[in-house]
């Protein structure tokens, strides 16, 4: 916000030493303004913050963080869950360390904001079984997403067709889980390279199932023609006997003719 002009001019006639004073705590409060450090964790300037808040027992990512920092530290707390723009007032942000928490979910455009300048985004030992395919848009960083809890199957498949992944951790994502149950345990990497493709699993699921089920109102809709054609016969059975037990029409003339000679 800014300062009045007219208070200006009357610090500095007060005195130069008032004025210096004044400007000095305006520009001082300006500064923790903009590089105001969050609670519980610790920032240090080099070329723009680094915010340290590594093993704060933190359970979710600090507001208002100082728009200038290039490093951002948060591993080793209790972190569950990356917003959608968690990060999006951090142009500067070069580095981004969330490893060895418990994340379980990232949100599509939780990096909305950093995918010009970061560089480095570490993922690694969390509880991340999948994400979603665009949470990476645009991203330009080198990833590191090891000892997670990967489940194997389409969507991972074209999520990790995305990224840079650290070349020095790739072999440790590993499927933890899989829609094939002879890929648990392998590199992901390694099993697509092989010319595994897990969209095609998920397809040819998919037409199984429809088949089934396809298969399965057909035996319905046959079963209930079949009893439908068997009750109406047994209907008719039963109406044809009656009939039959009705008595016959010469008979009753035969018997009207009878009681007319009587008479």
């Keep these: 916000s800014s300062f009045p002009l007219g208070c200006v001019v009357l610090v500095f006639g007060a005195g130069a030493g008032h004025s210096l004073f004044f400007v000095g705590t305006l520009l001082f409060s300006l500064m923790m303004t903009t590089y105001a450090c969050p609670k519980l964790c610790h920032c240090t300037e080099r070329n723009g913050m680094v915010v340290q808040c590594t093993s704060r027992n933190l359970e979710s990512i600090p507001p208002n963080l100082p728009k200038d920092t290039v490093v951002l530290l948060l591993s080793s707390n209790q972190i569950r869950h990356v917003p959608k723009g968690a990060f999006a007032d951090l142009h500067r942000l070069r580095e981004l360390d969330l490893s060895h928490n418990v994340l379980?979910?990232?949100?599509?455009?939780?990096?909305?904001?950093?995918?010009?300048?970061?560089?480095?985004?570490?993922?690694?030992?969390?509880?991340?079984?999948?994400?979603?395919?665009?949470?990476?848009?645009?991203?330009?960083?080198?990833?590191?997403?090891?000892?997670?809890?990967?489940?194997?199957?389409c969507s991972l498949q074209e999520t990790l067709r995305e990224l840079r992944l650290d070349p020095e951790t790739v072999n440790e994502v590993s499927c933890f889980t899989s829609e094939q149950e002879e890929y648990v345990g392998q590199p992901v990497i390694q099993v697509l390279d092989s010319g595994i493709n897990f969209c095609n699993f998920h397809h040819k699921t998919t037409d199984v199932a429809m088949f089934v089920a396809m298969f399965c109102w057909f035996s319905m809709v046959t079963a209930y023609i079949i009893y439908y054609i068997k009750h109406n016969q047994e209907d008719a059975r039963r109406h044809m006997e009656y009939l039959k037990s009705l008595p016959s029409t010469s008979h009753m003339s035969k018997d009207y003719d009878t009681v007319s000679s009587v008479f």
């Excluded at 010009?116 to 590191?144: M, V, Y």
């Design 104 to 153: 379980e979910s990232v949100e599509v455009d939780a990096f909305q904001g950093v995918s010009e300048a970061l560089r480095t985004l570490d993922l690694s030992n969390n509880h991340l079984s999948g994400l979603p395919r665009d949470t990476f848009t645009k991203l330009h960083a080198r990833i590191r997403l090891s000892q997670n809890p990967w489940h194997c199957e």
